[in-house]
């Protein structure tokens, strides 16, 4: 593995690590050519849809860069960013890929030096990672497309959208909420959502049975049969056929 | 003493709402309270009922709509009741509201909150099969249709708040305690399923295949999980085999529950029939102690199920189940015929019994009643409907286990309970709806205006609500057209009134949801306005269009242009219907003197209204005259004469003896019958007729009766009476019952034998008593003393068809019979030989069925307008019936049935008019040939041949009677009659502009 230079992608956000970029380059700091730099206005911008089709993709290693914490451009852009990046690192870690491929953190405008040192070290992981999975074996790539649809729901995007809210300001009876309590529904949550649209993407591809899904997903027939009574309720999964004493089920067209 | 006329119902499931529906229309406020955000109950989440097997929710969702909608019923859902203080004619009730979350005024029901909501609960209406969201709907029928957030899901999120567009969301809503003024109060707050999961031996909630029978029913639902297709819930497969164990949580002393849930039989036959019907090839097996088919018509299903279906039937009490590792098939163990058997099935359902609701006992310290020792509310068998604390009733399974007919039977009865002691006090607490006199629009030109919703989203997500609206104004006819985010809304209304005057409109089409659930409203709005109601028509265009074509925008506005223009079309067509006012007599003539018509007539005399009872003999009393034990102690020729007293002192009743009716005609509110006695011939006017004829014990033509010592069960009764004391006692149960010839069951027979039995017992100890039998049929808290009867020596031993035991005289009496323990014949000496002889029909219901055109079943009983929900209805309006008339039942069913006859009977007699639909037939007598074929054609006999000058003989509708359903019409060869509201013209003209789009 010792030739192996990962595909690392970068969201830098405009205003602090962007510009931090520029410095390494007008200050000539050298760091390894591995990076593309997606330039976006802010890291809050960073949805995690994008990281995820990228590493499902192929791209070895996701970084995100953005302005420190108190320093945004966009006043509170960076906890957003944070917000969606816990998604993000929930997502990676159910489909399956090493926590190391993606890395959050902030560079101010003035940081040349340490975004250089960053993305050196970042590649140095990934490198150490070896190749993105991905590549090479079809469930990874499905458990990360599954992980991007996930991401693209809005129960998901609902939740961490109000995230900041619940855990600093309370809910809406004006009850606190602590981070961990928060967590545990999330976690609930990010486990319904990525193996709904693992079972749907796996559907609209071939139509399955309820124990075919479950020799496919290693997950308990029972629970599967769940989950599609489910998707049957959101219109995403029907009847296909009955296959001997198998009802078979298929993804339907969604717009 | 103060009465007020105002009465608290707690429990709104199929029993409170019968009972609401009948005070109300009897002319008293009414207060329905329920704990769950919806009425409904269970019935709601059933999937078919027996033994019709109609669609429990189609025939439940008009008395919803009823009570939601009826102008004397308050609803009061999600509120809880703390105390009750006062007394009968002058409670207060102190009830609490629990925080909905949701301004019910706002909320107008769409789900977009539950759709939007981020987090997923259990739901409960599919037995946990399914999930909901925090902020939800109940289901999509649901009265009222508004959302509840469940507190102890909620996050607090606030992200329904911001998606609800009719901004109902109130997050800081506190429980709020209020107080009510009420006269009397019914509960009916059901039942609960029995939880098997204390039962470890099932494996319930440890084997995903071991379902209980209410989550079958939610299996079995089209709007279920599974959509109505039966899946093995671990894996999702079609079963081949389905098991049902009966008996789970009822006679079972170990958990607590002797008695018997009464329904399960029937519901795991029925569940076994639609399983097969929804899974073709399913085999479907019963495992059973005693097969309790005892209802109306109950054992023919039983025959057709094990006949027609090829439900198997197993005599077995299967004491445990086995999951089989890797499969997870579920193997059952069992005895049969003395033989030790193993089989495996893919799905095993547990039959789970009725338990009294687990707060009843929270319930019954807040209301101050008694409950008996199963946990139900105490009632006594001459009172089944009294609780222990004055003015307080009860109706339902919370009286005892029972089915649905049986507890809208006890609802109406529990009404004209709770109406008796604040009679005086009807129609005062009411509200009287005034309208301004309506526009005359006849030979004015149509300005139609039209109302198109966006429901939220619902509509205006999918169809482009402003084109429709565009589109409309371009349609002939419409001088007026705009959106709305909710047309049902209040504000809205308003709109549309001043829309009304500001436009000159005289049509109005809303194009929104369906007319089922909401013609109602707007047609309440063009009448505010001075419109006539029938000038408004629906256009469909959620529920038949934005709902079911969601991804294709631009075809479903299509689609709802058409559905516009189609509504538009018929609008202009639409004529002002007057709605037929019928006068009524405030008279009731009830047939028959035996308990059940003393105690309607009582009911009835009792609220002020004059009676004229007819009894065929010369005397009053009926069947009650030949009982002389209960098994609950009570004296009934002590019940019996206090009730022939009562009837005969009563000002308001008038008793005819030795009298029988000899015609009787007319319709609803106005009858006009004649009763002939030796002394002539009287007529009597009335406004209603209860039709409580009775029955006749069978004499039996076979085991040698009519020989020494051969009796029927009321002749043993006579002779106990006289202080006869035999030895050795065989009782053969089902003798002229549930064979070739009379396939229903007697009902009473195995209730009766046991209490003989225990009564010789009582006398003589150690006397032999054997009861043969096929089934013991001694249902809900009668079990107890089957039980007793065993614990006592009584010998029950099972005989079958094939094999009936034999009466022989040598010397005295023999029977001999083959006990299926020991599988050989045994013969048994003995001094009586007891017949439980049927119940029949009395021979005077053809004649009468056809005096009052209403029909009679196969067995000869009379035969009901419904027999889920109305079960003391006819479909001919102003009739009733009850007692052994409608089939045969225990004293206390014919009481509870008698006193829900006679509500059902006031809610005529309290009205001096009735306001009937207006949408009705009309025949145009000069095309009429007078052939008879609409009047053959009418269900509802609203046809009546009159002649006219010439001797020519014309079809005549009596407005009155028709419910316009229009079949007379598509039947007539002349083309002579016209259906209001649905007119061939106006028909036409739908099909016409339909035809347009397609070419368009």
Known sequence: ????????????????????????????????????????????????????????????????????????????????????????????????????????????????????????????????????????????????????????????????????????????????????EFDRIMEEVVETEFTRNKIRLILSVKPMSVKGLSAETGIDSRIILDHVVALRQRGWVDLHEVQGNSPVYRAMEVQ | MKAVGAVLVLGGGIAGIQASLDLADAGFKVYL?????????????????????????????????????????????????????????????????????????????????????????????????????????????AVPLIATIDKSKCIGCGICAEVCKAEAVVYDEEDVTFELNIGSVILAPGFE???????????????????????????????????????RPSDGDLPKKVAFLQCIGSRDERVGNSYCSGVCCMYAMKEAVI??????????????????????????????????????????????????????????????????????????????GLNPPHDSAELSDAVGIELNRHGFAKTSLFKPLETSRPGVYVCGAFQGPKDIPDSVAQASGAAAKASKGIAQERGKLITKVEYPAEKDVAG??????????????????????????????TLPGVAYAEQNLYTCSQDTQDKIKENILEYDLNRVVVASCTPRTHEPLFRATLREAGLNEYLFEMANIRDQCSWVHMHQHEAATEKAKGLVRMAVAKARLLKPLEKPVIKTTPVALVIGGGLSGMTSALEIADQGYEVHLVEKAGELGGNLRHIKYVPTGENPEEELWKLVERVSGHPNIEVHLGTQLADAHGYIGNFESTLVSERGETVVNHGVAIIATGGVEYKPTEYLYGSEGVMTQFELEAKLHKGYKPDTVVMIQCVGSRCEERTYCSRVCCTGAVTNALRIKETNPDADIYVLYKDMRTYGFKEDYYREAADRGVIFIRYTDEDKPIVEEQGGLRVTVTDPVLREKVAIPADAVVLAAAIL?????????????????????FLEAHMKLRPLDFATDGVFLAGLAHGPKTLDECISQASGAAARALTILSQPTIEVDGAIAKVDED??????????????????????????????????????????VATCPSGAITAGHFTDTEILSQIITALQEVEA
């Open chain 2, 193 to 231: 399923a029995f939880d098997p999961s204390t039962l470890t031996e099932y494996g319930y909630g440890r084997y995903p295949n071991v379902v209980t029978s209410m989550e079958f029913e939610r299996i079995l639902s089209a709007t279920g999980p599974y959509r109505g297709t039966v899946l």
């Open chain 2, 841 to 861: 029909p009395s021979e005077d219901n053809a004649k009468l069925a056809g005096m009052f055109k209403v029909p009679l079943s196969k067995d000869g009983f």
């Open chain 2, 275 to 352: 399983a097969q019907e929804h899974n073709p090839g399913l085999e479907a097996t019963i495992f059973f102690m005693d097969l309790r088919a005892f209802g109306k018509e109950f054992d023919d299903y039983y025959i057709r199920a094990e006949k027609e279906h090829g439900v198997r039937f197993i005599r077995s009490r299967v004491a445990s189940t086995r999951q089989v590792p890797g499969s997870r098939d579920i193997l059952l163990s069992y005895v049969e015929d003395g033989e030790v058997k193993e089989e495996s099935f893919d799905i095993v359902v547990l039959s789970v």
């Open chain 2, 33 to 141: 309270m329920d704990k769950e955000p919806t009425i409904g109950g269970v019935m709601t989440q059933l999937d078919k009922t027996f033994p019709t097997n109609d669609c429990a929710m189609c025939i439940l969702a008009p008395k919803l709509v009823g009570a939601g909608r009826h102008p004397n019923v308050e609803l009061l859902t999600y509120t809880e009741i703390v105390e009750l203080k006062g007394e009968e004619g002058d409670f207060t009730a102190t009830l609490k509201r629990k925080a909905r979350r949701i301004d019910p005024e706002k909320c107008t029901g769409c789900g977009d909150c539950a759709r939007k909501c981020p987090v997923e609960a259990i739901d409960e209406y599919n037995m946990g099969m399914a999930k909901r969201s925090s902020a939800y709907i109940k289901y999509p029928q």
């Open chain 2, 444 to 473: 004015v030109e149509p300005r139609v205006g039209v109302f198109v919703c966006h429901c939220g989203i619902n509509i205006g997500g999918v169809v482009d609500v402003p084109d429709v609206v565009e589109y409309a104004r």
């Open chain 1, 1 to 180: 593995m010792t030739d192996f230079e990962p595909k690392i992608i970068g969201f830098l956000c405009n205003w602090c690590s962007y510009a931090g970029a520029d410095l390494a380059g007008v200050s000539r700091i050298q760091y390894p050519t591995n990076l593309r730099i997606i330039r976006v206005m802010c890291s809050g911008r960073v949805d995690p849809a994008l990281p995820l089709g990228f590493l499902a993709e192929g791209a070895d290693g996701v970084m995100i860069t953005g302005c420190h914490i108190g320093d945004c451009h966009y006043i509170d852009g960076n906890l957003h960013a944070k917000r969606k990046y816990g998604l993000l690192e929930r997502l990676v870690a159910k489909a399956g890929l090493e926590p190391g491929r993606i890395m959050l953190d902030w560079v101010s405008a003035s940081e040349g030096q340490r975004f250089a040192d960053i993305v050196t070290g970042f590649t140095d992981q990934v490198r150490e990672l070896g190749p993105n999975p991905a590549v090479t074996d079809p469930c990874v790539k499905l458990n990360l497309m599954a992980a991007k649809a996930a991401a693209a729901e809005y129960r998901l995007r609902a939740l961490v959208g109000k995230e900041e809210k619940l855990v600093t300001e309370g809910n809406v009876y004006g009850e606190e909420m602590t981070q961990e």
């Open chain 2, 927 to 968: 095309r009429c040939s007078g052939c008879r074929m609409c009047e053959h054609v009418c269900e509802f006999n609203a046809i009546e041949m009159v002649e006219d000058e010439e001797g020519k003989v014309r079809s005549h509708v009596i407005p009155e009677v028709c419910k316009g359903c229009g079949v007379c």
